[in-house]
């Protein structure tokens, strides 16, 4: 792997790992909050895009580590080692 390479996969898992601690900051800031107010509707909205924030990053993060296959075979060129 090129360090041009490296370093896009690290600044992409840099960018999912955010995205992670935005729906684990948002929890706290926005469901917690929501929750001590008796909003529990609000609450469980918050709570839905936080966890789809998180999940959402997770799952760019695992990209990021190991590609899936079909990336592979349809952009060799992203993998090829020069």
């Not at 995205?19 to 926005?30: E, H, K, R, S, Y």
């Not at 899936?68 to 952009?75: D, F, Y």
Request: net charge neutral.
């Amino acid at each position: 792997m090129r360090p041009s390479q490296a370093a896009l996969r690290l600044c992409g898992g840099l960018a999912s790992g955010l995205l992670v601690l935005a729906g684990f900051i948002g929890i706290f800031a926005d469901c917690l909050r929501a929750l001590s107010n008796g909003w529990f509707f609000s609450a469980m909205h918050y709570l839905a895009e936080c966890t789809i924030l998180m999940a959402a990053g997770c799952a760019c993060v695992i990209a990021e580590i190991r590609p899936h296959q079909i990336v592979s075979e349809n952009a060799p060129y992203l993998n090829k080692d020069m």
